[in-house]
Protein backbone atom coordinates (compact mmCIF):
# COMPACT_ATOMS: atom_id res chain seq x y z
CA UNK A 1 0.00 0.00 0.00
CA UNK A 2 2.70 2.58 1.05
CA UNK A 3 4.62 1.83 -2.03
CA UNK A 4 1.86 2.13 -4.34
CA UNK A 5 0.71 5.38 -2.90
CA UNK A 6 4.53 6.28 -3.20
CA UNK A 7 4.49 5.24 -6.94
CA UNK A 8 1.34 7.27 -7.83
CA UNK A 9 3.23 10.25 -6.23
CA UNK A 10 5.90 9.70 -8.61
CA UNK A 11 3.86 9.22 -11.47
CA UNK A 12 1.85 12.60 -10.14
CA UNK A 13 4.53 14.91 -9.58
CA UNK A 14 6.71 13.63 -12.78
CA UNK A 15 3.38 14.97 -14.65
CA UNK A 16 1.98 17.76 -12.58
CA UNK A 17 4.69 19.17 -10.25
CA UNK A 18 3.93 19.44 -6.85
CA UNK A 19 1.24 22.59 -6.57
CA UNK A 20 -1.06 20.98 -9.25
CA UNK A 21 -0.84 17.95 -7.31
CA UNK A 22 -3.40 17.18 -4.37
CA UNK A 23 -3.71 14.29 -2.23
CA UNK A 24 -6.87 12.91 -3.39
CA UNK A 25 -5.38 12.64 -6.92
CA UNK A 26 -2.71 10.22 -5.09
CA UNK A 27 -5.18 8.22 -3.48
CA UNK A 28 -7.36 7.49 -6.93
CA UNK A 29 -5.48 5.37 -8.95
CA UNK A 30 -4.99 3.70 -5.73
CA UNK A 31 -8.29 3.31 -4.20
CA UNK A 32 -7.42 3.81 -0.27
CA UNK A 33 -9.12 6.62 1.75
CA UNK A 34 -7.84 9.32 2.38
CA UNK A 35 -7.36 8.38 6.75
CA UNK A 36 -5.01 5.49 4.87
CA UNK A 37 -2.62 8.42 3.61
CA UNK A 38 -2.42 9.70 7.06
CA UNK A 39 -1.42 6.17 8.56
CA UNK A 40 1.88 6.21 6.15
CA UNK A 41 2.33 9.94 5.95
CA UNK A 42 1.84 12.53 8.15
CA UNK A 43 1.95 15.07 6.08
CA UNK A 44 1.82 15.86 1.84
CA UNK A 45 5.68 17.46 2.36
CA UNK A 46 6.77 14.31 4.70
CA UNK A 47 5.41 12.05 1.74
CA UNK A 48 7.56 14.31 -1.27
CA UNK A 49 10.02 13.69 0.28
CA UNK A 50 9.94 10.32 -0.10
CA UNK A 51 8.79 10.47 -3.33
CA UNK A 52 12.00 11.88 -4.38
CA UNK A 53 13.72 9.20 -2.43
CA UNK A 54 12.07 6.44 -4.67
CA UNK A 55 12.40 8.71 -7.92
CA UNK A 56 16.19 9.22 -7.10
CA UNK A 57 16.80 5.54 -6.61
CA UNK A 58 14.48 4.86 -9.78
CA UNK A 59 16.75 7.21 -11.92
CA UNK A 60 20.06 6.30 -10.51
CA UNK A 61 19.70 2.29 -11.38
CA UNK A 62 18.25 3.73 -15.52
CA UNK A 63 21.71 5.57 -15.04
CA UNK A 64 23.68 2.68 -13.88
CA UNK A 65 22.17 0.19 -16.32
CA UNK A 66 23.45 2.52 -19.10
CA UNK A 67 26.48 4.42 -17.91
CA UNK A 68 28.29 0.99 -16.36
CA UNK A 69 27.54 -1.01 -19.50
CA UNK A 70 30.72 -2.22 -20.27
CA UNK A 71 29.70 -3.47 -23.79
CA UNK A 72 29.76 -0.24 -25.46
CA UNK A 73 32.39 2.60 -25.10
CA UNK A 74 31.58 5.36 -22.40
CA UNK A 75 29.96 7.93 -24.60
CA UNK A 76 27.77 5.65 -26.34
CA UNK A 77 27.10 5.08 -22.80
CA UNK A 78 25.59 8.15 -22.63
CA UNK A 79 23.80 8.27 -25.86
CA UNK A 80 21.64 4.84 -24.74
CA UNK A 81 21.00 6.94 -21.45
CA UNK A 82 19.19 9.54 -23.78
CA UNK A 83 17.56 7.23 -25.95
CA UNK A 84 16.17 5.19 -23.16
CA UNK A 85 14.98 8.33 -21.66
CA UNK A 86 13.87 9.51 -24.66
CA UNK A 87 11.50 6.58 -25.08
CA UNK A 88 10.27 7.22 -21.57
CA UNK A 89 8.76 10.24 -22.78
CA UNK A 90 7.31 9.39 -26.22
CA UNK A 91 5.67 6.86 -24.13
CA UNK A 92 3.72 9.08 -22.17
CA UNK A 93 2.71 11.60 -24.91
CA UNK A 94 5.81 13.68 -23.49
CA UNK A 95 3.85 14.50 -20.55
CA UNK A 96 5.80 13.45 -18.02
CA UNK A 97 8.96 15.00 -17.57
CA UNK A 98 11.61 15.16 -14.80
CA UNK A 99 10.64 14.92 -11.27
CA UNK A 100 13.38 16.88 -10.14
CA UNK A 101 13.16 19.47 -12.73
CA UNK A 102 9.44 20.47 -11.65
CA UNK A 103 10.33 20.76 -8.39
CA UNK A 104 13.06 22.73 -9.04
CA UNK A 105 10.93 24.95 -11.12
CA UNK A 106 8.49 25.16 -8.27
CA UNK A 107 11.31 26.19 -5.96
CA UNK A 108 9.83 29.31 -4.42
CA UNK A 109 6.85 28.04 -3.15
CA UNK A 110 7.94 24.30 -1.69
CA UNK A 111 9.80 23.78 1.35
CA UNK A 112 13.25 24.57 1.62
CA UNK A 113 14.35 21.16 2.73
CA UNK A 114 13.47 19.92 -0.68
CA UNK A 115 16.13 22.33 -1.92
CA UNK A 116 18.77 20.89 -0.40
CA UNK A 117 17.20 16.80 -0.83
CA UNK A 118 17.20 17.62 -4.58
CA UNK A 119 20.81 19.55 -4.92
CA UNK A 120 22.17 16.12 -3.31
CA UNK A 121 19.99 13.80 -6.07
CA UNK A 122 21.61 16.27 -8.63
CA UNK A 123 25.17 16.20 -7.04
CA UNK A 124 24.84 12.03 -7.61
CA UNK A 125 23.62 12.15 -11.29
CA UNK A 126 26.69 14.32 -11.28
CA UNK A 127 29.47 11.87 -10.47
CA UNK A 128 27.93 9.08 -12.30
CA UNK A 129 28.18 11.38 -15.40
CA UNK A 130 31.42 12.58 -14.75
CA UNK A 131 32.77 8.44 -14.57
CA UNK A 132 31.40 8.15 -17.47
CA UNK A 133 32.95 11.34 -19.25
CA UNK A 134 36.14 10.02 -17.85
CA UNK A 135 36.59 6.50 -18.26
CA UNK A 136 35.79 8.47 -22.14
CA UNK A 137 38.92 10.59 -21.75
CA UNK A 138 41.03 7.97 -20.50
CA UNK A 139 40.28 5.81 -23.87
CA UNK A 140 41.11 8.94 -25.72
CA UNK A 141 37.58 9.32 -26.47
CA UNK A 142 37.64 12.94 -25.09
CA UNK A 143 39.81 15.29 -25.08
CA UNK A 144 42.62 15.55 -22.23
CA UNK A 145 41.85 18.81 -21.10
CA UNK A 146 38.34 18.62 -20.91
CA UNK A 147 36.71 19.40 -17.84
CA UNK A 148 35.00 16.64 -16.84
CA UNK A 149 33.76 17.39 -13.09
CA UNK A 150 32.70 21.09 -15.19
CA UNK A 151 31.03 18.87 -18.10
CA UNK A 152 28.90 16.90 -15.48
CA UNK A 153 27.83 20.18 -14.11
CA UNK A 154 26.65 21.56 -17.55
CA UNK A 155 25.43 18.04 -18.52
CA UNK A 156 21.83 17.86 -15.91
CA UNK A 157 21.86 21.82 -16.86
CA UNK A 158 20.94 20.93 -20.31
CA UNK A 159 19.33 17.71 -20.17
CA UNK A 160 16.54 19.86 -17.92
CA UNK A 161 16.28 22.06 -20.28
CA UNK A 162 15.45 19.72 -23.06
CA UNK A 163 13.12 17.62 -20.85
CA UNK A 164 11.15 21.13 -20.65
CA UNK A 165 10.99 21.83 -24.13
CA UNK A 166 10.58 18.37 -25.22
CA UNK A 167 7.51 18.09 -22.81
CA UNK A 168 6.46 21.77 -25.20
CA UNK A 169 7.20 20.54 -28.45
CA UNK A 170 5.86 17.08 -27.78
CA UNK A 171 8.64 15.31 -29.45
CA UNK A 172 12.47 14.35 -28.46
CA UNK A 173 14.61 16.09 -30.77
CA UNK A 174 15.60 19.08 -28.00
CA UNK A 175 16.87 15.83 -26.16
CA UNK A 176 18.62 14.48 -29.15
CA UNK A 177 20.17 17.84 -30.28
CA UNK A 178 21.19 18.48 -26.91
CA UNK A 179 22.85 15.09 -26.13
CA UNK A 180 24.72 15.40 -29.79
CA UNK A 181 26.23 18.61 -29.66
CA UNK A 182 27.01 18.26 -25.68
CA UNK A 183 29.27 15.65 -26.59
CA UNK A 184 30.73 16.77 -29.92
CA UNK A 185 32.35 19.26 -27.49
CA UNK A 186 35.90 18.28 -26.89
CA UNK A 187 34.99 15.16 -28.67
CA UNK A 188 38.16 13.44 -30.22
CA UNK A 189 37.06 12.58 -34.11
CA UNK A 190 37.88 8.21 -34.31
CA UNK B 1 -5.42 49.11 -13.61
CA UNK B 2 -5.71 46.46 -16.54
CA UNK B 3 -1.93 47.13 -16.83
CA UNK B 4 -1.26 46.85 -13.04
CA UNK B 5 -3.45 43.78 -13.22
CA UNK B 6 -1.11 42.03 -16.33
CA UNK B 7 2.28 42.90 -13.86
CA UNK B 8 0.89 41.56 -10.95
CA UNK B 9 0.49 38.30 -13.00
CA UNK B 10 3.73 38.43 -14.18
CA UNK B 11 5.45 39.08 -11.23
CA UNK B 12 3.69 35.79 -9.54
CA UNK B 13 3.68 33.27 -12.63
CA UNK B 14 7.62 34.41 -13.30
CA UNK B 15 7.67 33.35 -9.41
CA UNK B 16 5.77 30.22 -8.75
CA UNK B 17 4.01 29.04 -12.15
CA UNK B 18 0.30 28.97 -12.92
CA UNK B 19 -1.17 26.17 -11.05
CA UNK B 20 0.33 28.03 -7.43
CA UNK B 21 -1.62 31.12 -8.79
CA UNK B 22 -4.56 31.76 -7.73
CA UNK B 23 -6.47 34.88 -8.88
CA UNK B 24 -7.01 36.14 -5.37
CA UNK B 25 -3.08 36.36 -5.26
CA UNK B 26 -2.90 38.84 -8.77
CA UNK B 27 -5.65 40.71 -6.98
CA UNK B 28 -3.90 41.54 -3.83
CA UNK B 29 -0.96 43.48 -4.41
CA UNK B 30 -3.19 45.58 -7.18
CA UNK B 31 -5.71 46.30 -4.36
CA UNK B 32 -9.46 45.46 -6.71
CA UNK B 33 -12.12 43.33 -6.37
CA UNK B 34 -12.60 40.14 -8.14
CA UNK B 35 -15.13 41.39 -9.90
CA UNK B 36 -13.22 43.96 -11.49
CA UNK B 37 -10.80 41.25 -12.98
CA UNK B 38 -14.02 39.84 -14.51
CA UNK B 39 -14.43 43.29 -16.07
CA UNK B 40 -10.86 42.99 -17.63
CA UNK B 41 -10.50 39.39 -18.35
CA UNK B 42 -12.89 36.67 -19.28
CA UNK B 43 -10.98 34.14 -17.38
CA UNK B 44 -7.87 33.15 -15.93
CA UNK B 45 -6.52 31.45 -19.06
CA UNK B 46 -6.98 34.54 -20.87
CA UNK B 47 -5.28 36.80 -18.30
CA UNK B 48 -2.62 34.53 -19.10
CA UNK B 49 -2.49 34.61 -22.64
CA UNK B 50 -1.99 38.58 -22.20
CA UNK B 51 0.78 38.19 -19.52
CA UNK B 52 2.92 35.91 -21.69
CA UNK B 53 2.06 38.48 -24.27
CA UNK B 54 3.23 41.46 -22.01
CA UNK B 55 6.31 39.04 -20.94
CA UNK B 56 7.29 38.36 -24.38
CA UNK B 57 7.34 42.31 -25.18
CA UNK B 58 9.31 42.92 -21.86
CA UNK B 59 12.01 40.44 -22.45
CA UNK B 60 12.38 41.30 -26.56
CA UNK B 61 13.39 44.85 -25.32
CA UNK B 62 15.72 43.31 -22.65
CA UNK B 63 16.92 41.04 -25.84
CA UNK B 64 17.33 44.20 -27.86
CA UNK B 65 18.84 46.34 -25.52
CA UNK B 66 21.68 44.04 -25.27
CA UNK B 67 21.89 41.92 -28.83
CA UNK B 68 21.27 45.27 -30.87
CA UNK B 69 23.92 47.13 -28.73
CA UNK B 70 26.75 48.08 -31.83
CA UNK B 71 29.19 49.43 -29.49
CA UNK B 72 29.99 46.09 -28.39
CA UNK B 73 31.26 42.65 -30.09
CA UNK B 74 28.27 40.37 -30.95
CA UNK B 75 29.40 37.42 -28.56
CA UNK B 76 30.34 39.85 -25.60
CA UNK B 77 26.45 41.27 -26.04
CA UNK B 78 25.25 37.30 -25.46
CA UNK B 79 27.28 38.00 -22.11
CA UNK B 80 26.00 41.51 -21.47
CA UNK B 81 22.79 40.00 -21.46
CA UNK B 82 23.45 37.15 -18.96
CA UNK B 83 24.72 39.38 -16.89
CA UNK B 84 21.58 41.88 -16.71
CA UNK B 85 19.02 38.52 -16.62
CA UNK B 86 21.44 36.98 -13.71
CA UNK B 87 21.37 40.52 -11.74
CA UNK B 88 17.65 40.35 -12.52
CA UNK B 89 17.48 36.87 -10.69
CA UNK B 90 19.70 37.67 -7.88
CA UNK B 91 17.21 41.32 -7.02
CA UNK B 92 14.99 38.80 -6.63
CA UNK B 93 16.68 36.43 -4.69
CA UNK B 94 16.52 33.73 -7.05
CA UNK B 95 12.76 33.09 -6.66
CA UNK B 96 11.79 34.25 -9.81
CA UNK B 97 12.79 32.29 -12.87
CA UNK B 98 11.42 32.30 -16.34
CA UNK B 99 7.98 32.60 -16.94
CA UNK B 100 7.76 30.76 -20.11
CA UNK B 101 9.78 28.10 -18.22
CA UNK B 102 7.32 27.86 -15.50
CA UNK B 103 4.36 27.37 -18.03
CA UNK B 104 6.56 24.96 -20.13
CA UNK B 105 7.36 22.79 -16.87
CA UNK B 106 3.78 22.72 -16.37
CA UNK B 107 2.50 22.05 -19.74
CA UNK B 108 0.56 18.87 -19.50
CA UNK B 109 -1.76 20.77 -17.28
CA UNK B 110 -2.39 23.76 -19.13
CA UNK B 111 -4.52 24.73 -22.16
CA UNK B 112 -3.44 23.18 -25.44
CA UNK B 113 -3.22 27.05 -26.78
CA UNK B 114 -0.63 27.98 -24.65
CA UNK B 115 1.73 25.57 -26.20
CA UNK B 116 1.63 27.27 -29.60
CA UNK B 117 1.64 30.87 -27.51
CA UNK B 118 4.83 29.41 -25.88
CA UNK B 119 6.86 28.40 -28.67
CA UNK B 120 6.38 31.04 -30.99
CA UNK B 121 8.18 33.18 -28.11
CA UNK B 122 11.11 30.64 -28.05
CA UNK B 123 10.92 31.26 -32.02
CA UNK B 124 11.32 34.88 -31.35
CA UNK B 125 14.09 34.70 -28.90
CA UNK B 126 16.02 31.99 -31.05
CA UNK B 127 15.66 34.35 -34.48
CA UNK B 128 17.25 37.43 -31.74
CA UNK B 129 19.78 34.96 -31.23
CA UNK B 130 20.63 33.54 -34.01
CA UNK B 131 20.97 36.90 -35.87
CA UNK B 132 23.35 38.11 -33.32
CA UNK B 133 25.33 34.34 -33.53
CA UNK B 134 25.50 35.07 -37.14
CA UNK B 135 26.81 38.75 -36.92
CA UNK B 136 30.11 37.38 -34.98
CA UNK B 137 30.29 34.88 -37.48
CA UNK B 138 30.29 37.56 -39.95
CA UNK B 139 33.16 39.14 -38.06
CA UNK B 140 34.83 35.95 -37.41
CA UNK B 141 34.39 35.70 -34.03
CA UNK B 142 32.75 32.67 -34.46
CA UNK B 143 33.77 29.65 -36.99
CA UNK B 144 32.41 29.65 -40.24
CA UNK B 145 31.10 26.02 -40.08
CA UNK B 146 28.67 26.81 -37.06
CA UNK B 147 25.58 26.38 -37.50
CA UNK B 148 24.24 29.32 -35.77
CA UNK B 149 20.10 28.40 -36.04
CA UNK B 150 21.18 25.56 -34.26
CA UNK B 151 22.86 26.97 -31.81
CA UNK B 152 20.16 29.65 -31.02
CA UNK B 153 17.81 26.62 -30.46
CA UNK B 154 20.28 25.33 -28.14
CA UNK B 155 21.22 28.20 -26.42
CA UNK B 156 17.36 28.75 -25.06
CA UNK B 157 17.39 25.24 -23.86
CA UNK B 158 20.25 25.23 -21.56
CA UNK B 159 19.26 28.88 -20.90
CA UNK B 160 15.70 27.35 -19.36
CA UNK B 161 18.09 24.54 -17.70
CA UNK B 162 20.52 26.82 -16.10
CA UNK B 163 17.53 29.50 -14.74
CA UNK B 164 16.03 26.54 -13.37
CA UNK B 165 19.45 25.47 -11.64
CA UNK B 166 20.09 29.42 -10.25
CA UNK B 167 16.62 29.08 -8.74
CA UNK B 168 17.54 25.77 -6.95
CA UNK B 169 21.24 26.63 -6.30
CA UNK B 170 19.91 30.60 -5.55
CA UNK B 171 23.09 31.58 -7.49
CA UNK B 172 23.89 33.06 -10.94
CA UNK B 173 26.58 30.29 -11.15
CA UNK B 174 24.83 28.44 -13.42
CA UNK B 175 23.69 30.43 -15.64
CA UNK B 176 27.34 32.17 -16.03
CA UNK B 177 28.64 28.80 -16.23
CA UNK B 178 26.10 27.44 -19.17
CA UNK B 179 27.29 30.87 -21.23
CA UNK B 180 30.60 30.88 -20.77
CA UNK B 181 30.53 27.39 -21.90
CA UNK B 182 28.19 27.93 -24.47
CA UNK B 183 30.05 30.54 -26.48
CA UNK B 184 33.53 28.90 -26.15
CA UNK B 185 31.97 26.21 -28.59
CA UNK B 186 33.15 27.51 -32.08
CA UNK B 187 34.62 30.37 -30.91
CA UNK B 188 37.64 32.00 -32.49
CA UNK B 189 40.31 32.49 -30.31
CA UNK B 190 41.19 36.24 -30.80
Known sequence: ??????RSGMELLTERGYSATGIDAILKPVGVPKGSFYYYFSS????????ID??????ASLLDRHLLNEERQPLDRIFDFVDAAAEGMARYGFRRGCLLGNLGQEMSTLPESFRFQIEAVFADWESRIALCLHAAQQ????????????MAYLFWIGWEGAVLRAKLEQTDRPLKLFA????????IPT
Chains 1, 2 share one sequence.
Open 180 to 187: REFLATNK
Open 1 to 6: MRASLI
Open 54 to 59: AYSEFF
Open 44 to 51: KDEFVTQV
Open 139 to 150: RGALSSTADTAS
